[in-house]
Antibody, heavy 118, light 107 residues
Framework: EVQLLQSGAEVKKPGESLKISCKGF????????IGWVRQKPGKGLEWMGI????????KYSPSFQGQVTISADKSITTTYLQWESLKASDTAMYYC???????????WGQGTPVTVSS | DIQMTQSPSSLSASVGDRVTITCRAS??????LNWYQQKPGRAPKLLIY???SLQNGVPSRFSGGGSGTDFTLTISSLQPEDIAIYFC?????????FGGGTKVEIK
């Protein structure tokens, strides 16, 4: 069974750094695009970026380019989403999702809520 | 960037009604269009991929159509468990983009 397991909820202060994770199970992690999606409270879905773990090719949405870093460690079938300096506006639920580029995103993580507040 | 415009933003229908949601892309993208269902407090779930292919395990009352710039998601007979927000998403080019969502309620 394909599964994406995300790291737990985070509460941070503005200016702090953060790295959240998403571990894939039950499929060939190297050969499938995997991405990150943001959802602010009561709002829609925003695709942040995607990565191909096999060669670490990554593509970002303009709104998130330079604001976050997406990486992957294929040896442990895990992808990461990282911030160097959080803002209050980064408060949201973050989902990882398998696929989404040239196909549907057919598996999703359970979500990682991130709260940034002083 | 390809902009995705969904309509309506919300709808209310009776159990058993046929419901149609539309999604329009700002440029042609063949059939690289996916539909998702999101229930409160849950991650999105893929319903339809490549415009008209039903994802495994999704009830057959859901169907998708269209190509180019205009797409539809149809629920042939609305059920109480279909109460959710529905999103379209283009998978043709980066940046990947979603429509704004359609909230479906029972009348």
């Amino acid at each position: 069974e394909v599964q994406l397991l995300q790291s737990g909820a985070e509460v941070k202060k503005p200016g702090e750094s953060l790295k959240i994770s998403c571990k894939g199970f039950g499929y060939n992690f190297r050969n499938r695009w995997i991405g990150w999606v943001r959802q602010k409270p009561g709002k829609g879905l925003e695709w942040m970026g995607i990565i191909y773990p096999g060669d670490s090719d990554s593509k970002y949405s303009p709104s998130f380019q330079g604001q976050v870093t997406i990486s992957a460690d294929k040896s442990i079938t895990t992808t990461y989403l990282q911030w160097e300096s959080l803002k209050a506006s980064d408060t949201a639920m973050y989902y990882c999702a398998k696929g989404g580029y040239r196909t549907g995103a057919d598996s999703w993580g359970q979500g990682t809520p991130v709260t940034v507040s002083s | 960037d390809i902009q995705m415009t969904q309509s309506p933003s919300s709808l209310s229908a009776s159990v058993g009604d046929r419901v149609t949601i539309t999604c329009r892309a700002s440029q042609s993208m063949s059939t690289y269009l996916n539909w998702y269902q999101q229930k409160p407090g849950r991650a999105p779930k893929l319903l339809i991929y490549d415009a008209s292919s039903l994802q495994n395990g999704v009830p057959s009352r859901f169907s998708g159509g269209g190509s180019g710039t205009d797409f539809t998601l149809t629920i042939s007979s609305l059920q109480p468990e279909d109460i959710a927000i529905y999103f379209c998403q283009q998978s043709y080019s980066v940046p990947l983009t979603f429509g704004g969502g359609t909230k479906v309620e029972i009348k």
